[in-house]
């Protein structure tokens, strides 16, 4: 999918290839006026093979309910910001899709993937978070027809993040497939909680006080008891806070005590039992929170102790040193005023 995008932009004229980076109708003149709008990309004659479009593996964790694990990296020019888990459920008349990945191209092998599946209207989008690697490819299944859905608070969030979001997309992953992704602001806001039918089969969507950010939503399918909890757990990969730690902490705790067949990650494991499946997030923020009051206690500065908290727990964790510094920073700010 890579190559098929370094190929758009090297030169002039429509191909086949431009009816793959689009779903539905009137490819064509969208494609063309998608391109038009975004200065520098052109499209050129070449021989594509749509063979090579492939869709996003995907694990049934539970039968209608999909996840396509992301990969434990970093965003890259390679791997097209294809980091969180995501997925859909399937009901008997519809399609919702739970977080959109981290770009178009993403997006893109996901509704592949539904496809293979089935032919059911894509009904809707629900974004668990304003973070990029679950939100850049919204704009491909609004266009896909899908009406977005997310938290209270993300429209601000994402408007007051939509500039340093698409800069450090263009940093990481390469203008071309920055420029083809768009930060999209949701049709729709669920303030506490929303009911989606998607015939024989209801998605409970619930909006959470501040925790991993402040724009937190979880995704119950009631057919399975299976619960997308986006970024309220990790697995494997080092945690990111970009919210309140305690109230992370506190939600996992009330959320722990409410029964489910599993839950899906936003990122490791497609599916994990639950609650156990969060006690290596609580563990580790737990024990930041505690080194953090100690180091306070001590007086130790900031700068002294962001790169020493939490270094013992460097085993455990992928992507740890991408991570964990700003955590204990934003840790540290936050108990600053306890
Ligand atoms: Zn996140």
């Known amino acids: 999918m890579i190559e098929l995008l370094m190929e758009i932009c090297l030169a002039d004229r429509p191909d086949?290839?431009?009816?793959?980076?689009?779903?539905?109708?009137?490819?064509?003149?969208?494609?063309?006026?998608?391109?038009?709008?975004?200065?520098?990309?052109?499209?050129?004659?070449?021989?594509?093979?749509?063979?090579?479009?492939?869709?996003?593996?995907?694990?049934?964790?539970?039968?209608?309910?999909?996840?396509?694990e992301g990969r434990q990296e970093l965003a890259s020019p390679e791997n097209a910001g294809d980091e969180a888990n995501i997925g859909f459920v399937i009901g008997e008349e519809a399609v919702a899709v739970i977080d959109a990945g981290g770009s178009r191209q993403v997006a893109?092998?996901?509704?592949?993937?539904?496809?293979?599946?089935?032919?059911?209207?894509?009904?809707?989008?629900?974004?668990?978070?304003?973070?990029?690697?679950?939100?850049?490819?919204?704009?491909?299944?609004?266009?896909?027809?899908?009406?977005?859905?997310?938290?209270?608070r993300l429209p601000n969030a994402l408007a007051n993040r939509a500039e340093s979001y698409t800069e450090a997309a263009e940093r990481t992953m390469g203008p071309l497939i920055a420029r083809a992704a768009a930060i999209v602001p949701p049709e729709e806001t669920v303030a506490e909680t929303r009911d989606l039918d998607l015939g024989g089969r209801v998605l409970r969507l619930e909006a959470w006080p501040t925790a991993h950010t402040d724009n937190d939503l979880t995704v119950r399918d009631l057919a399975t008891d299976t619960w997308f909890m986006g970024d309220l757990v990790f697995d494997r990969q080092t945690p990111s806070m970009d919210g309140s730690v305690l109230g992370w902490?506190?939600?996992?705790?009330?959320?722990?005590?409410?029964?489910?067949?599993?839950?899906?990650?936003?990122?490791?494991?497609?599916?994990?039992?639950?609650?156990?499946?969060?006690?290596?997030?609580?563990?580790?923020?737990?024990?930041?929170?505690?080194?953090?009051?100690?180091?306070?206690?001590?007086?130790?500065?900031?700068?002294?102790?962001?790169?020493?908290?939490?270094?013992?727990?460097?085993?455990?964790?992928?992507?740890?040193?991408?991570?964990?510094?700003?955590?204990?920073t934003a840790i540290y700010r936050e108990l600053e005023w306890e």
């Open 249 to 328: 902490l506190d939600l996992l705790g009330d959320l722990s005590g409410q029964p489910a067949a599993r839950i899906v990650p936003g990122h490791g494991a497609a599916a994990l039992p639950w609650p156990e499946g969060a006690d290596a997030t609580r563990g580790y923020f737990s024990a930041l929170v505690e080194e953090t009051r100690e180091s306070l206690a001590s007086g130790e500065s900031l700068g002294a102790a962001a790169p020493r908290l939490g270094k013992d727990l460097r085993g455990d964790w992928l992507l740890f040193d991408a991570f964990n510094a700003r955590n204990a």
């Open 108 to 152: 893109e092998g996901l509704h592949a993937a539904i496809r293979a599946r089935t032919e059911l209207p894509i009904r809707w989008l629900v974004l668990t978070h304003m973070h990029p690697d679950h939100t850049f490819g919204t704009e491909f299944f609004r266009e896909a027809g899908a009406q977005v859905i997310g938290h209270a």
């Open 16 to 68: 086949a290839c431009a009816r793959h980076l689009l779903p539905g109708p009137c490819v064509e003149q969208r494609a063309l006026d998608w391109v038009a709008a975004r200065p520098g990309l052109t499209l050129r004659d070449s021989s594509c093979d749509p063979a090579g479009l492939s869709a996003l593996p995907v694990t049934e964790v539970a039968p209608g309910v999909f996840v396509h």
